[in-house]
């Protein structure tokens, strides 16, 4: 599920300081190329930026789906639920949390977020990490949206962190793949949220949210934390919880969706 979560003040982070943003629209090459310059004043390599930007070209199945993916939460509470949330989802979340059972009460401990949300999300966004995280490379895809003028300064925030993650050496950029909005891993991060959230949680020096189960599940929790979830109170719609979900997703549907799949999984 595409998740728009980025704050005017981590895109202006991301550019190294600079407001500037670049030109949206005419020349692709030329607007590629001083993106480049952007992400260089920003920290990243030479290197990373030719390897990752040099004969990208955009991508018009990107902007069509794009322009129709506004109408993902036109259904009603029970029509979308009972599309999202059936006994054999159910049944793996429930297989899920005993095979992760130590896992899970580590991630509860230091981020205070039940572990019945977390394989809720993780269910919905990616079938438990079996299902589509997506086939497209990152760069083309942020690089296409970014160029597009609807939401440019979104996207060109959300392309200067994809070549951050391969900066900072999370992902390799062959394995920088993900979905139509540049959402990355088993739980679907943008970008940003990849930078700003992501936690390695099983030691070995990358936080990889495309194959690392505790790195997937403690960066989820790390999101909820930070945005104000609270363990052991209530999160149905209306609570301080469920508002901190808005993070995740802002749709009420979606939300709801975490929160009844949630239920299910401890068997209410």
Not at 21 to 37: E, H, K, L, T
Not at 113 to 127: K, N
Request: hydrophobic share 40%; aromatic share 10%.
């Amino acid at each position: 599920m595409p998740r728009l979560l980025l704050a005017a003040a981590f895109v202006v982070s991301l550019a190294g300081g600079s407001a500037q943003a670049a030109r949206c629209g005419g020349d692709f090459n030329g607007f590629i190329a001083s993106m480049a310059q952007e992400a260089q004043a920003g920290g990243v390599s030479g290197s990373v930026t030719n390897a990752a930007l040099s004969g990208v070209a955009p991508d018009p199945a990107v902007l069509a789906f794009d322009r129709r993916q506004r109408y993902t939460f036109n259904k009603t509470f029970e029509q979308y639920v009972s599309t999202r949330v059936g006994p054999g989802r159910i049944n793996g979340g429930r297989a899920l949390l005993q095979r992760h059972a130590a896992l899970l009460s580590r991630i509860e401990q230091q981020f205070g977020v039940p572990r019945y949300i977390l394989v809720a999300i993780w269910g919905l966004e990616s079938d438990f990490g079996k299902g589509d995280t997506g086939k497209l490379p990152v760069i083309r895809t942020l690089a296409t949206l970014a160029h597009d003028c609807r939401r440019t300064d979104l996207f060109q925030g959300e392309l200067l962190a994809a070549l951050k993650i391969v900066q900072r050496g999370d992902l390799p950029l062959r394995d920088l793949i993900g979905a139509y909005a540049g959402e990355i891993g088993q739980t679907q991060f943008l970008p940003s949220s990849y930078i700003k959230y992501g936690v390695d949680f099983d030691g070995d020096g990358h936080v990889d949210l495309r194959h690392s189960i505790p790195d997937v599940l403690a960066s989820t929790a790390n999101l909820l934390r930070t945005s104000g979830f609270k363990m052991g109170q209530p999160y149905g719609e209306g609570t301080p919880n469920f508002e901190a979900m808005r993070e995740w997703n802002r749709a009420v549907v979606y939300r709801k969706t975490i929160g009844y799949f949630a239920d299910r999984l401890m068997g209410q």
